[in-house]
Every structure is written in structure tokens, then in C-alpha cells.
């Protein structure tokens, strides 16, 4: 009885066991062959662990993907290679191994069709492309009002203008003498000088220091003219206009001085040369240095209608591209060398609570500049920032291949071996290697040397003798 028993539950034990196993093979309702197949291939395939805070070669910290792996069939090396991968490239990986394959052995064929182009490539090359076109069908702006504010970089960015309007034979606008068009007063058209000017009483390139007064600005200038200036931040500025035109002479005492003397005395000081002080690209703009906000408020509403575009001194790579865009120029015109810069030994330290004064006193200049820095920082958004890195990068290795072209090496403004001196040895200046190289003795160049220069070839063309 006990043995029929045990055979019962035998037979129904085996039998249980071959509808399983046919289940299995050509069922498997409860997917028990895929979770096997899976993890079959788990068992052949790499291993992969997630590693935070990984450091590339830039001193950046990423989470990376590092796979560790072995080949198949071989014995196992106690080395481990470890590949990194990004994120993206392991999640393309991820999606491709779960997509449904139509033909197997279709995909395990070895392709005789070289691979597709990477899209991003591709899309690179098409901008570029684009970008040709565009620069092929644009015409040259040869009209600018360029308004040179005081201890921002504008030198270097004069340099360009004069350069591009002297080898064009362009009218600039110039004075009888030395390099300003008004300031303190504001500019008025008869400053300049009927001799320096065509028949038409319009200049092509505006680029000297002035007071911006747009309505006499615009009476000799052309109507399709592009206004642009250039900004810097206020405590870098006013440091360097204070130690550069050295006025701690006039004033008595330096910037070290400054946190010691009150923010009311400060604000009261009389302007340096009438035209020199506080928040200074207020005033080179043509406002009040005392401004309060709602006047830099409407300041502010009408420099954006005004100008096509503002620099800024401490992204002078980008702001060149910008530049060479607006007026449809070539790389060549952009390439300058840095003009009045302070040698190091000239560039005293600042301390926090001096700076926090600085910041104070110029305070009006503080909210213009944040205004056009956010400003640039929309600019550049919408120029693409690839596309920028890529055009900054190109603008720096031609500017390169210019300084090995024509500089010998750089010294201070004084230096007896200088073709044109500067006329101060705080600021840097170079020493041309070629005389004979028209574009290099420009480059070379200082601001005054320039503008006699120009000055006196514009006043050959539209007053010649006899």
C-alpha cells in the first residue's frame, strides 16, 4: 500500500517535471528562459560600476562609467582594464543593446560601407559652411562711431579702428591737434576742423576720446553708422585710472588711503583734470557722476538704443568676434596687440575693505557695468558658445602668428630700441622685428604716434597742395 503510494507520487512528480521542462522550452509562460538567458549573458558581459568624483585631465571632477573587463575563454587577468566613459556615451551604449534586432546574423556581418560621419561633425561643418556664406554675401561696415572710454581697454580697440580706416582711406574724426574731441564739454561738430573734413562734413570712422553728445554726434556721422563702446568693471578701472595718471600727487594721498577717509569725503572730491574720477564711463557717456538709480535707470534705456554694441574689457576675445560680426570685418582687422597696458611691477594690490569702497563710491558705474555684462552674456548665448570658443580660438592663434611675425620681443614704453616710444615706461611696448612690414610697424604703434600718423595722411588726401 505504501510502496503504490511512493509510486504515485512519483510518476506525478516526473510527469510534473516534463510539462515543466516543455513549458519551458517552448512556452515559458512565466518567462523563466528570458530571466535564464539574461543572466547567461550578464555572466559573459562586462562589469560595470559607477565611480563619483573622477578627475580628467582638465582638473575637472566628473561621475564617470568605468567597465572592467576580460575576454572570454582566456585565462583571468589579475590586471583589470578600465575603460571611462561619459555619461551620454554610456546610455547610447545602453540604448542601442536593448533596441530589437531584426537580423541577427544581418548584424554580426563584417560591413563592406565605410561607417556614417559622426552627426555632431557633420553639424560643424555645415555651420562652418553656413558661416562662409554668410560672410561672402555681407558687405563691410566702413561706418562706426567707436566712443573711447577712459581706462578700458579702448586703446587696443582704437587701434583696430584707425588701422582699418587708414589702409581703406577712410575720413576719421580728428582733431586740430593731440587726441580728444571734447571732454570735460561735450562733443559739438565744429570741434572738428573743416580741413579734416570731406565735402560731405561726414566722417566714416569716429574713434578719438569724447563726451558722448548723441544728437552733435550724429550730425557727422552717416546714417547707417554702428555705435559701439566698451566697459570695464569699476574697481579695476578706477584703480587704474587713479594709479596711471597718478593722482595721488593732486589728491595728497593713494587708494591705500581710502578706507581711512570716509565715503562722503570721497564722493566730494573734485574731479582729476576736470575730467577724471568716480564713476567714469558715467561721465565719458555724458551723465551726471553723481547719478542716483533712476538716472542711471534712464541711462541705462538710452545706451541700449543707442549702441550696437558694448565690449567688454574683460572678455576682449569674445567682444572682438562680436565685433568682427557686427561689421562684417576679417579676421585680419581684429588682430591687435594690447595697447597702454600697465607692466606688472606698476599694478599695486588691493586690499577687500579699499575695493569695497571703490565699489561704493563708483557705484553708478557698478549697475551699467553689471547691465552690459549680462548684456554680453545674452550676446554670446545667442552666437552659440561652441561656435564662440571655436572663433576665439582661431582669433588667438592668428593674433599669435602675427606677434611671432612682427615682434622681436616686448619691453617697457621707454626703451631707447623702440621704432615709436611711449610716452610713459609704466605701460608695455614692443620692438618690431621687420620695419619694412607696413602691418607690423601699425601693430607696434602707439595710441598718439597713430593718430599723428593718420592725421597727417588724411590731411594730404583731402587737402592736397597746389
Request: charged share 30%.
Amino acid at each position: 500500500m505504501v510502496f503504490a503510494r511512493l509510486r504515485t507520487i512519483l510518476l506525478c512528480l516526473l510527469f510534473g517535471t516534463a510539462l515543466m521542462l516543455i513549458a519551458f522550452l517552448f512556452y515559458d509562460p512565466l518567462g523563466l528562459k528570458a530571466q535564464f538567458d539574461k543572466f547567461r549573458m550578464n555572466s559573459l558581459a562586462a562589469e560595470i560600476k559607477e565611480e563619483e568624483n573622477v578627475t580628467d585631465n582638465e582638473g575637472q571632477t566628473h561621475g564617470v562609467i568605468t567597465t572592467a573587463f576580460e575576454e572570454k575563454g582566456t585565462k583571468q587577468d589579475t590586471k583589470a582594464t578600465k575603460i571611462s566613459l561619459d555619461r551620454a556615451d554610456v546610455l547610447d551604449v545602453i540604448t542601442s543593446a536593448e533596441a530589437p534586432q531584426k537580423d541577427v546574423n544581418k548584424s554580426n556581418r563584417k560591413s563592406t560601407t565605410p561607417a556614417p560621419p559622426d552627426a555632431k561633425e557633420l553639424g560643424k561643418e555645415k555651420e562652418e559652411e553656413e558661416e562662409k556664406k554668410k560672410a561672402q554675401q555681407c558687405e563691410p561696415r566702413n561706418h562706426v562711431m567707436f566712443l573711447k572710454t577712459h581706462k578700458c581697454a579702448s586703446s587696443t580697440v582704437q587701434n583696430i579702428f584707425l588701422r582699418y580706416a587708414y589702409k581703406r582711406n577712410l575720413t576719421l574724426a580728428l582733431p586740430a591737434t593731440g587726441n580728444y574731441l571734447g571732454n570735460p564739454t561735450y562733443f559739438h561738430a565744429a570741434m572738428i576742423p573743416r580741413a579734416l573734413l570731406p565735402k560731405s562734413k561726414l566722417v566714416d570712422v569716429f574713434a578719438i576720446h569724447t563726451r558722448l553728445n548723441y544728437q552733435q554726434l550724429s550730425k557727422v556721422l552717416h546714417r547707417d553708422v554702428k555705435w559701439v563702446t566698451i566697459v570695464r568693471e569699476p574697481t579695476a578701472l578706477y584703480e587704474s585710472l587713479y594709479n596711471f595718471y597718478q593722482m595721488k600727487s593732486y589728491y595728497g594721498f593713494g587708494l591705500a588711503n581710502f578706507k581711512n577717509l570716509g565715503v562722503e569725503r570721497l564722493e566730494k572730491l573734485r574731479r582729476f583734470a576736470d575730467k577724471l574720477g568716480r564713476n567714469q564711463m558715467m561721465f565719458d557717456f555724458g551723465y551726471r557722476p553723481d547719478a542716483d538709480v533712476q538716472e542711471v535707470r534712464k541711462a541705462l534705456d538710452d545706451l541700449d538704443k543707442i549702441f550696437d554694441l558694448v565690449m567688454i574689457a574683460e572678455f576682449m576675445d569674445e567682444s572682438l568676434v562680436l565685433l568682427r560680426h557686427l561689421l562684417c570685418w576679417s579676421e585680419e582687422d581684429m588682430v591687435v596687440f594690447t595697447k597702454n597696458a600697465r607692466r606688472e611691477k606698476f599694478k599695486p594690490s588691493i586690499d577687500v575693505h579699499t575695493k569695497q569702497v571703490l565699489r561704493t563710491i563708483n557705484s553708478a558705474d557698478g549697475i551699467l557695468y553689471s547691465h552690459f555684462l549680462s548684456r554680453h552674456i545674452q550676446k554670446v548665448l545667442e552666437f552659440g558658445v561652441e561656435k564662440m570658443a571655436r572663433e576665439v580660438s582661431a582669433l588667438r592663434d592668428l593674433r599669435e602668428k602675427y606677434r611671432q611675425r612682427c615682434v622681436s620681443r616686448e619691453t617697457s614704453g621707454q626703451d631707447s630700441s623702440l621704432l615709436y616710444p611711449e610716452y610713459s615706461d609704466m605701460v608695455n611696448a614692443y620692438v618690431i622685428a621687420n620695419r619694412s612690414d607696413t602691418d607690423c610697424v601699425l601693430l607696434s604703434m602707439s595710441e598718439l604716434v597713430l593718430i599723428n600718423h593718420v592725421r597727417k595722411a588724411q590731411r594730404r588726401r583731402l587737402q592736397p597742395p597746389g
